[in-house]
């Protein structure tokens, strides 16, 4: 697992900020802190689902049992434990025939199962989506890559956005041959953004490669501080 560190450049003096307004008047300097941290993914989640359309509702529920069903055993058999596999309720819904002339007609029934799955050997992801196929899955909803300890990287990122702000406000005190007085105020957002891999198409999937170990996750974080200056 790699990381790097970098820093975006957003900084300004103010004689009067919203940000640091109070009763008494006294020089301050307000600076914006940007941290960012990069990680390859070690993990992730993906849903896939199955839909089957029959004359009726049972035929159409238990084809789609049978495919989720062999799936779930072929994820097992694969390594994948019982709790990281998520399957979600059975939804059913009637399938019209509709026409300029005539009342709707009912043709069928498509019932539709989701199965979302954690992912915790990164190298087996695209075997996993690639067998999926063959047990009746036609649907690949989300691909999400992930980080086993995401706290550790937004911590890191968050430390990277305090001491970026800490140095733009030592380098422009110094600039303007002042220095800094403590500081004055803090304000803090909460920012834990993921990379998501979109919808694809089933048939899609068969192509893909297994370069998931080759995409960066990155966790940013930003903090706004207004320093003292001496007066």
């Not at 058999?77 to 002339?101: C, T, W």
């Not at 992801?125 to 036609?138: E, K, Q």
């Not at 086993?148 to 970026?164: L, V």
């Not at 990155?218 to 903090?223: A, G, K, N, S």
Request: proline letters at 3%; aromatic letters at 6%.
């Amino acid at each position: 697992m790699k990381k790097t560190l970098l820093a975006a450049c957003f900084t300004s003096v103010v004689l009067a900020s919203p940000l640091a307004m109070a009763e008494d008047s006294f020089p301050r300097l307000e600076t914006i802190g940007v941290g960012e941290v990069t990680a390859q993914p070690d993990m992730a989640t993906f849903s896939v689902a199955v839909e089957e359309t029959r004359k009726t509702a049972q035929e159409a529920k238990q084809a789609a049992d049978k495919a989720v069903t062999a799936f779930m055993d072929r994820l097992q058999k694969q390594g994948v434990k019982r709790a990281d596999i998520e399957s979600a309720n059975i939804y059913l819904h009637p399938q019209y025939h509709h026409s300029k002339d005539n009342s709707p007609e009912l043709v069928g029934y498509q019932a539709t199962r989701q199965v979302t799955v954690t992912v915790r050997d990164l190298d087996q992801l695209n075997s996993y989506l690639d067998n999926a196929l063959g047990d009746g899955i036609n649907r690949i909803h989300r691909i999400e890559l992930k980080v086993t300890d995401e706290a550790k990287y937004q911590e890191q990122a968050r430390q990277a956005a305090i001491q970026d702000a800490q140095e733009k406000a030592k380098s422009l005190a110094k600039g303007f041959q002042t220095e800094l007085d403590g500081i004055w105020n803090i304000r803090y957002y909460d920012s834990t953004p993921r990379p998501v891999m979109g919808r694809m198409a089933m048939d899609a999937a068969v192509q893909t490669k297994a370069t998931y170990q080759d995409a960066e996750i990155t966790f940013q974080d930003r903090v706004e501080v207004v320093f003292r200056l001496e007066k």
